[in-house]
T-cell receptor, first 114, second 113 residues
Framework: AQSVTQLDSQVPVFEEAPVELRCNYS??????LFWYVQYPNQGLQLLLK??????LVKGINGFEAEFNKSQTSFHLRKPSVHISDTAEYFC????????????FGTGTRLTIIP | GAGVSQTPSNKVTEKGKYVELRCDPI?????LYWYRQSLGQGPEFLIY????????DSGLPNDRFFAVRPEGSVSTLKIQRTERGDSAVYLC???????????FGPGTRLTVT
């Protein structure tokens, strides 16, 4: 079984400042890792994913994340945020088999302060 | 191309009533998933179909919940004798047969009064 912990339920950040959203996971098997974004009144959209290979993965809208196996973490970062980044961000994990259910964290609400 | 669609977008029902929620996956996607997202929580897995059969239904909370996908495309999530605790957003996602990326629909917001 897998579990995901997103310790920060809310993160306020000034516009153009950097941000890091933290994600830690637990699993007895190797995993795939994902970050999804949910804009107000919209469905979940994939930001980026780690399947294998380079531990630094780049996604849409200037976001990137680094997989750290020893710390079982997959933190999301952006060097300079914009008002349009205001949204809920979910970290998710699945066993590395393909076509497996996702286990989500509880989400981090990112609020950009003008 | 068209994404995953879900109908209705909102459903209000009285306690004890029966409801059906529909999901239309992306064309060509053989895998289909249902999740439930309660207020302030992340989505929780309910059931997964590969083709017409339920490959994993371990997330269904009890026997009031049932889902079908008779022709391997559209799926219907059925909830009998609804309870107030069933109020949530029900999300559907689809992916290719050996896919790693799930594409989510906009969800159906179910409110049980």
């Amino acid at each position: 079984a897998q579990s995901v912990t997103q310790l920060d339920s809310q993160v306020p950040v000034f516009e153009e400042a950097p941000v890091e959203l933290r994600c830690n996971y637990s699993s007895s098997v190797s995993v795939y890792l994902f970050w999804y974004v949910q804009y107000p009144n919209q469905g979940l959209q994939l930001l980026l994913k780690y399947l294998s290979g380079s531990t630094l993965v780049k996604g849409i809208n200037g976001f990137e994340a680094e997989f750290n196996k020893s710390q079982t973490s997959f933190h999301l970062r952006k060097p300079s945020v914009h008002i349009s980044d205001t949204a809920e961000y979910f970290c998710a994990v699945s066993p590395n088999f393909g076509n497996e259910k996702l286990t989500f964290g509880t989400g981090t609400r990112l609020t950009i302060i003008p | 191309g068209a994404g995953v669609s879900q109908t209705p977008s909102n459903k209000v029902t009285e306690k004890g009533k029966y409801v059906e929620l529909r999901c239309d996956p992306i064309s060509g996607h053989t895998a289909l998933y249902w999740y439930r997202q309660s207020l302030g929580q992340g989505p929780e897995f309910l059931i997964y179909f590969q083709g017409t059969g339920a490959a994993d239904d371990s997330g269904l909370p009890n026997d009031r919940f049932f889902a079908v996908r008779p022709e391997g495309s559209v799926s219907t999530l059925k909830i009998q004798r609804t309870e107030r605790g069933d109020s949530a957003v029900y999300l559907c996602a689809s992916s290719f047969r050996d896919g790693y990326e799930q594409y989510f629909g906009p969800g159906t917001r179910l409110t049980v009064t």
